[in-house]
């Protein structure tokens, strides 16, 4: 392999495993992150709170003003039932002090056709009466007659009198019926008024009621949708919270890892039996007298032998990479990767866990056959034979 090769090698893996640190990195700082939504999601909670409880206060005093219209408006209708059943009351006197009238009329009709026969009957009567006593003599000798007819005149007389009388009652009364009839028009004209009074004050009250009503409505809406903001709000603390749970979960383990990974610093064991063929560092080219940096080991072994993890860890690669081929790469936990290169084939999956000392693929059929390893910790590549147990 050339220098060249070896350099882009080198810088690939560097900006491969920079990737995975960064995510690393983002992971602790999502933390922060997570921590600042709840804490602003808890006061908008707090504020959805006092909405809702300023709502439902005004549900409730809305609801107080809708009770209060309704039993106004019934008390309105109670009125204009009354109201009503009192007009029809003085229309039914009304038109019964008309027919009076128009019987009184009828009476004074008749009283007076009455009185002018019995004024007809007297003038008659008085006529007869001066004839005879323009001649006295007539009556010496018949003095019952004469009796008789001084007496018929004067019981005309009388009863022309008691015909006039009744005139004057029946006119009277044809009067007093007619100021009656007349204040029952105006009682009836101001009971209409106070009916329509009445039922514009209804109306009134309904327009408010069935305003009232819309914003409670209004107001029950809000509070519905506020009900659901808030529902969903809390969920959505409660998945940040797990999330965040999660997380501090996962750095926990990540720590753990860690330092589970540092005290196995010098024992842990080899990826494949082998000679280390080229070291890690700086070396000078053989051939072209230059520098280059070796940030892993190559190890030559055996054809088709198993490749094993070093350490428990997930499969975050698994796949070609470039000039290292058939490359695996492990994240151990605690920022901490190592890196399996020129493999023959792969054997794990991505997002596969695998333990200490499982294989995670063969060495190829090259000759010689080599494979390359890397470890990589806190972002910087270190000496695997720092870390791998001692021959």
């Known amino acids: 392999m050339s220098a060249g ?18 995510g690393t990195a ?36 809305l609801k107080k003003d809708a009770d209060f219209l309704e039993k106004t408006i019934k008390k309105i209708e109670n009125d204009i039932d009354k109201s009503n059943k009192k007009q029809v009351a003085q229309r039914r006197r009304i038109s019964e002090t008309e027919s009076q009238i128009r019987q009184m009329k009828q009476q004074i009709s008749l009283l007076t056709d009455e009185g002018r026969m019995w004024e ?14 323009a001649y006295p003599q007539r009556m010496v000798h018949r003095p019952m ?27 009277d009364k044809e ?5 009656s009839k007349e204040n029952l028009v105006k009682m009836k004209s101001e009971l209409e008024g ?19 009503l819309g914003k409670r409505l209004i107001a029950q809406g809000e509070v519905q949708r506020l009900n659901e903001t808030r529902d969903a709000l809390e969920k959505l603390i409660g998945n940040l919270a797990a999330k965040k749970e999660k997380t501090l979960t996962e750095q926990r383990e990540a720590e753990l890892a860690k330092k589970s990974f540092h005290e196995r610093r010098g024992n842990l064991p080899w990826p494949v039996e082998g000679t280390v063929t080229v070291p890690f560092g ?30 428990k860890g997930t499969v975050i690669y698994a796949s070609d990479f470039r000039s290292y081929g058939q490359t695996v790469i492990l994240d151990h936990g605690g ?55 001692k021959r």
């Open 194 to 212: 106070e009916i329509a009074r009445q039922k514009k004050i209804k109306e009134e009250k309904a327009r408010l009621h069935k305003t009232t």
């Open 335 to 389: 920022n901490t990767f190592s890196v399996y290169g020129l493999l023959g084939d792969i054997s794990v999956k991505e997002g596969e866990k695998v333990t200490a000392g499982r294989g995670i693929g063969t060495t190829g059929e090259d000759e010689p056959s080599q494979i390359y390893f890397e470890l990589k910790n806190q972002g910087r590549s270190e000496d695997p034979l720092l870390w791998l147990s």
């Open 5 to 22: 090769a070896d350099k882009v090698r080198a810088s690939t893996a560097l900006i491969l495993l920079a990737a995975m640190l960064s």
């Open 282 to 311: 700086h070396r000078k080219h053989p051939d072209l007298n230059i520098m280059v940096i070796h940030n892993g080991i190559k190890i030559k072994t055996q054809q088709g032998v198993p490749v094993k993890a070093v350490e």
């Open 26 to 61: 983002v992971q602790a700082e999502s933390v922060r992150e997570l921590n600042k939504k709840i804490k602003t999601h808890k006061k908008n909670l707090e504020q959805i709170d006092e909405q809702i409880k300023s709502l439902e206060d005004e549900d409730t005093r």
């Open 120 to 133: 007809n009957t007297i003038f008659t009567d008085l006529k007869s009466y001066h004839q005879e006593i």
């Open 175 to 179: 009067r007093q019926l007619a100021q």
């Open 145 to 171: 007659e004469a009796w008789i007819l001084r007496a018929a005149v004067a019981l005309r007389v009388e009863q022309m009198k008691d015909t006039h009388s009744k005139i004057v009652f029946s006119q």
